[in-house]
Each structure stands twice: as C-alpha cells, then as structure tokens.
T-cell receptor
C-alpha cells in the first residue's frame, strides 16, 4: 500500500531534550516536506526537499533540522525543543508531474513541557 | 511575503451549496489547491487549478479563480454531513517546492 508513515504518532517531552520524528514514504517520491499545524494558523512549511541531499527552508525553519540521505526518509530533528514547538506535525511527499500533489502522513502530535 | 487568507468558519444546511473563499497575494502563483482535513486525519488533496484557468469542475466541486482579484473559491454542491471538515487553500510559489497554506475554513453541515 502506498503511504507516508510517521513515528512516533504522539510524543510528550521536556524542554531541551533532543528528539527526532521519522518520516518514510514507499512511493519513490523525489519531493518531501514537513509542516506544522497550529490552531488559527493553518499549516506552515518547515523544510522541504526536492531530492536526495537537497533541502530548503520553508516559512518556519527556526529550531528544526532535516536531512535527506536517502530518497524514502526525511527525518525532522529538534536539537533543543522548546514549548513553542508544541504542535501537530505532518510529513508529506510528492512525485507526480504536479509537484505539490502531495500525500500526507497521519501526523505526529508533539508536546514540549 | 506571500500570504493566503481564509475565513475560519462556515455553517450550512445539508443539501445547500457551500462556498469557501480564499485570497492570496503572490501574483506568480502557478497552481492553487484545495485540501480537505477530516477530524483526526491528515490532509487529502481535493482538487487544484492551474493559474491560466478560470474554472474547474469535478463532480460536486467547482473551483473558481479570479486572477485579477487574487480570489479563489470552492463550491460544494448538495453539501452532505460527510463534507464537514476543515478546508485549506494553498498556492505554489513559482516552480519551487514551497507551498503556502491558508488558515483553513471549518465547514459545519447541519442536518
């Protein structure tokens, strides 16, 4: 089944404790992206990757890192999480002619205390 | 920078038409999209329109684009309770991978 998976789905952590949210897709898509969703703000793009070893900042990259060492995986790294990073995070991928016909993962709900 | 604006709430009666509106600022947008998010789920692409089109129809969905006013709308005919969800419009900045979303419009359909 074609899908985008994220792990973990739920995470509660404390300020300053490094964490990684994994994202994997099995559709051989070149493009992958991370978003955060906050009430009243919609979705905001954090980082995106057009292909392996190519990453770019979205609208809100501060406090986040990403890597794209292989095509299927695009982990989101929070080196020193802070409470303002409490949010719902979505990973997405796309490989069609319309680059933004994206397939979304189920979301990761992160709480930073 | 680029901005996409939507009203936050819309309530309609089952069987009526719903019209969800969106305005954007980036005149170089190439594609504009409508996504649907059901409670507790991720986003799914509903439909899209290329910037050289005025209208696109897909079953119960009609997308209208007024490029001069930078206004996009989504009309859902014969709205059903299963259409209750949050609807996001989004636009692509040029040919790149950056996607700008609106805040989302929560559609509530009352029986």
């Amino acid at each position: 089944e074609a899908q985008v998976t994220q792990n973990p789905r739920y995470l509660i952590t404390v300020t300053g404790k490094k964490l990684t949210v994994t994202c994997s897709q099995n559709m051989n898509h070149e493009y992958m992206s991370w978003y955060r969703q906050d009430p009243g703000l919609g979705l905001r793009q954090i980082y995106y990757s057009m292909n392996v070893e190519v990453t770019d900042k979205g609208d809100v990259p501060e406090g986040y890192k990403v890597s794209r060492k292989e095509k299927r995986n695009f982990p989101l790294i929070l080196e020193s999480p802070s409470p303002n990073q409490t949010s719902l995070y979505f990973c997405a991928s796309s490989g069609g002619a319309l680059i933004n016909e994206q397939f979304f993962g189920p979301g990761t709900r992160l709480t930073v205390l | 920078g680029e901005d996409v604006e939507q009203s936050l709430f819309l309530s309609v009666r089952e069987g009526d038409s719903s019209v969800i509106n969106c305005t954007y600022t980036d005149s170089s947008s190439t594609y504009l999209y409508w996504y649907k998010q059901e409670p507790g789920a991720g986003l799914q692409l509903l439909t899209y329109i290329f910037s050289n089109m005025d209208m696109k129809q897909d079953q119960r969905l009609t997308v209208l684009l007024n490029k001069k006013d930078k206004h996009l709308s989504l009309r859902i005919a014969d709205t059903q309770t299963g259409d209750s969800a949050i609807y996001f419009c989004a636009e692509t900045e040029n040919q790149g991978g950056k996607l700008i979303f609106g805040q989302g419009t929560e559609l509530s359909v009352k029986p």
